[in-house]
């Protein structure tokens, strides 16, 4: 009876140690798609870009090649951040000038109007809040410039007393027929929604991607934040302290 049940907790603790392996090396995949392969397939667009409009302009050309090297160092920026601590880094701003940013990036790489509206009053929010709110986002920009063909983006932040909502709608051609956001990946097709809804679930949020009826697409993001943000109380000054 002792060798049966030492041989069932080893096994018990076998699978487990798979579990935690297969789960990390998940954790890591989605973060190097996360902060890495988005960025590198916008260089790669605007490297593109760059050779069909600017071929004969060398001042264009000066400038593109100027913007794929600040690329390039946030690409290596977010790749030591990856590598450091097996995560997406964690926004160190707040949300809504970063998403400005990421915004003007995405309409100055592509050609694409992209609009940002903001609703309620911004606060400082926990920072997986943020930092989930940003891969939804770049993930949502990423989807956009590879496969909507849209001509306009509208980003919508709405800050409300229990939740933080995103949403980002274009005029594209909508999702495929039989586009199956919930499927499991296989060949990489879908890794980007599966990835941002675990991400959001995590966090006891919620994620929807739709159609809309008169064109494009919808993501919408609802994230549950505790307000206020407890924030390291300040050492007291001792007593006679100048």
């Known amino acids: 009876m002792t060798a049966l049940s030492d041989?069932?907790?080893?096994?018990?603790?076998?699978?487990?140690?798979?579990?935690r392996v297969t789960a990390e090396r998940q954790r890591i995949a989605s973060a190097l798609h996360d902060e890495v392969s988005q960025l590198l397939f916008a260089m790669s667009a605007r490297a593109q870009r760059a050779y069909e409009l600017h071929f004969d302009d060398l001042g264009e050309l000066r400038s593109a090649l100027s913007a794929l090297g600040e690329q390039l160092q946030e690409a290596q920026d977010r790749l030591r951040g990856v590598i450091?601590?097996?995560?997406?880094?964690?926004?160190?701003?707040?949300v809504p000038a970063t998403t400005q940013r990421d915004l003007d990036d995405f309409a100055d790489r592509t050609g694409v109007t992209a609009h940002?509206?903001?609703?309620?009053?911004?606060?400082?929010?926990?920072?997986?809040v943020e930092r989930v709110a940003l891969s939804c986002l770049r993930?949502?920009?990423f989807n956009i410039e590879r496969h909507a063909e849209a001509g306009l983006v509208i980003v919508t932040l709405d800050y409300r007393a229990d939740l933080l909502r995103l949403v980002v709608q274009d005029d594209g051609r909508g999702l495929p027929?039989?586009?199956?956001?919930?499927?499991?990946?296989?060949?990489?097709?879908?890794?980007?929604?599966?990835?941002?809804?675990?991400?959001?679930?995590?966090?006891?949020?919620?994620?929807?991607?739709?159609?809309?009826?008169?064109?494009?697409?919808q993501l919408r993001v609802q994230l549950p934040v505790q307000w206020p943000v407890q924030l390291p109380a300040a050492h007291p000054r001792p007593t006679g302290a100048r």
Do not use: I, K, N, Y
């Not at 041989?7 to 579990?19: C, I, N, S």
């Not at 940002?116 to 997986?128: A, D, F, I």
């Open 7 to 19: 041989r069932t907790t080893t096994a018990r603790t076998v699978d487990h140690t798979e579990l």
């Open 84 to 94: 450091r601590d097996c995560g997406p880094a964690t926004a160190e701003d707040g």
């Open 116 to 128: 940002l509206m903001v609703h309620g009053l911004p606060e400082h929010l926990p920072p997986s």
């Open 139 to 141: 993930q949502a920009l």
């Open 177 to 217: 027929a039989g586009f199956e956001p919930r499927a499991v990946p296989s060949d990489g097709h879908h890794w980007g929604f599966t990835s941002m809804a675990q991400q959001v679930e995590l966090l006891g949020g919620a994620v929807e991607l739709r159609r809309v009826d008169e064109g494009g697409t």
